[in-house]
């Protein structure tokens, strides 16, 4: 009797929601996290399209308790472990194989980074491994039926993050190298209609809008893409658990050593996806959508179970989730040596530090009847969050969509940041305040932060708002 695959990832997907609920309340909210609980509800933003705000809004309606905020990533995580078990099971693997995948991809780096806080990413993901799956199953059945489901997610998924449109283009172009008649199938024709109807107003709204979002990502380029052009090969190792290499190195290279058709598109999106990535290196984890549905193939690898039995893969696993709670999670308290080691390995930790601490100190500085500008959508969210009802009411960014709730009524203001300290020559007249003071543990962009009393913007608000506008990751 075949065991539902239900019950076989239930045990991980219990096991990672009381993790990451028993972490959940830890530290706090992360950059991005302020930024999306601030937005108002809308059907479009300059920077990304809106399902991961609408949740955000969603949740807060019921509390604003961070664990409750982050409950759809915790679901997602979660939901991500049921996923990858179905990988192995679609290959015909055994209920323990399917449950070492399911595990496996529950407590490994990256499902567990994006599961902790709630940002678009963790949606992302599991939105790649359901038309991944999809992909596969349709080479498995050798009908292009189920195109049409993944034509279908990916659409959905473009109401949330656009980078899924990658994945499309590199699958059809796997298709087309390794089984281009799926490509001539009617299922193939209903998912291309599907995903063309549905991802189509956040396309066209970006094109109409000039493309805003190239704009924020040539802005993450500028900051960081050396870095991450240099760093992605191991981060991708990293981010797969170190441990774990030789798993996802045969999930992605054994259906071309062994002549398995139904795989084999999964070797050439995973590199179109890498060079993708190396082409606009914003973030560096653009392939671990690819790299993770590899992973949960690889516990299946002729290559691997030749080598290594089932006992030495499920140690092999726990090894690797040991080293990913450390890592990945606040399970530890920030200050202290740790914290500032576990920030260098995991940024996310580093952006979830300090918030009250810089809400305090700019709050502090508030003359009478002066507004707060800015620069940072992160810190007017922590002032939203932390500070006093005042202070709420009259905080305003020019960063990204929060740029569109200005410009303040108030004359006077206190411009915090350095693109908008840089804008002091739209004022009358500008007086310096006290620099803000970085955590232990802080964002680079949280260093040297100037501030300045400015009164008077010239000749008005509606031409000195817009220089105040800053689109930038």
């Given at each position: 009797m075949t065991v539902p695959a239900w019950r076989i990832a239930t045990p991980p997907m219990i096991a990672v929601t009381l993790v990451l609920l028993a972490v959940s309340s830890r530290h706090g909210p992360h950059w991005d996290e302020l930024y999306?609980?601030?937005?108002?509800?809308?059907?479009?933003?300059?920077?990304?399209?809106?399902?991961?705000?609408?949740?955000?809004w969603l949740m807060r309606q019921a509390s604003e308790a961070l664990w409750v905020q982050r409950l759809p990533a915790i679901a997602a995580a979660a939901a991500g472990a049921y996923v990858a078990a179905l990988f192995p099971r679609a290959l015909g693997a055994s209920a323990p194989v399917q449950s070492l995948a399911a595990w496996a991809h529950a407590f490994t780096v990256y499902p567990l980074i994006m599961g902790h806080v709630f940002t678009t990413s963790i949606l992302d993901l599991l939105a790649w491994q359901l038309v991944i799956l999809c992909v596969l199953r349709a080479n498995l059945a050798g009908q292009g039926s189920w195109l049409g489901w993944a034509g279908l997610i990916a659409g959905l998924a473009c109401w949330n993050k656009?980078?899924?449109?990658?994945?499309?283009?590199?699958?059809?172009?796997?298709?087309?190298?390794?089984?281009?008649?799926?490509?001539?199938?009617?299922?193939?024709?209903?998912?291309?209609?599907?995903?063309?109807?549905?991802?189509?107003?956040?396309?066209?709204?970006?094109?109409?809008?000039?493309?805003?979002?190239?704009?924020?990502?040539?802005?993450?380029v500028d900051q960081q893409g050396t870095l991450v052009r240099l760093v992605l090969v191991p981060a991708i190792a990293l981010f797969a658990g170190p441990p774990l290499l030789m798993v996802w190195y045969t999930g992605l290279v054994d259906p071309w050593r062994a002549g398995d058709r139904a795989g084999r598109f999964l070797l050439p999106t995973f590199l179109l996806v890498v060079a993708f990535n190396l082409a606009s290196p914003s973030q560096p984890?653009?392939?671990?959508?690819?790299?993770?549905?590899?992973?949960?193939?690889?516990?299946?690898?002729?290559?691997?179970?030749?080598?290594?039995?089932?006992?030495?893969?499920?140690?092999?696993?726990?090894a690797n989730g040991v080293v990913s709670l450390m890592v990945c999670l606040p399970v530890l308290p920030a200050d202290g040596p740790w914290g500032w080691a576990q920030a260098q390995l995991?940024?996310?930790?580093?952006?979830?530090?300090?918030?009250?601490?810089?809400?305090?100190q700019v709050t502090d500085q508030v003359r009478p009847g002066e507004a707060i500008v800015t620069d940072l959508y992160a810190l007017a969210g922590a002032i939203h969050r932390y500070g006093p009802p005042e202070a709420r009411d009259a905080v305003f960014s020019g960063q990204n969509a929060l740029w569109a709730e200005g410009p303040p009524s108030q004359e006077k203001v206190l411009l915090v940041g350095r693109e908008a300290v840089g804008q002091a020559g739209s004022f009358e007249r500008c007086e310096p305040a006290r620099a803000l003071q970085p955590a232990a543990v802080a964002h680079a962009q949280l260093k040297d932060v100037p501030m300045v009393h400015c009164?008077?913007?010239?000749?008005?608000w509606a031409t000195a708002w817009p220089s105040l506008r800053r689109l930038s990751g």
């Open positions: 999306f609980a601030q937005l108002p509800l809308r059907w479009w933003y300059e920077d990304q399209p809106p399902l991961t705000v609408w949740l955000t656009l980078l899924i449109v990658a994945l499309v283009i590199a699958l059809a172009t796997s298709l087309l190298l390794t089984a281009p008649r799926l490509l001539r199938t009617r299922g193939a024709l209903v998912g291309t209609v599907a995903f063309v109807v549905i991802a189509a107003p956040q396309v066209a709204a970006q094109v109409v809008h000039g493309l805003p979002m190239t704009e924020v990502s040539a802005g993450l984890y653009y392939a671990m959508g690819t790299l993770l549905p590899a992973l949960a193939l690889g516990w299946v690898s002729p290559t691997l179970t030749a080598r290594w039995s089932l006992a030495t893969l499920r140690r092999l696993a726990l995991n940024p996310t930790i580093r952006d979830q530090i300090g918030w009250p601490g810089y809400a305090r009164v008077g913007p010239t000749p008005d």
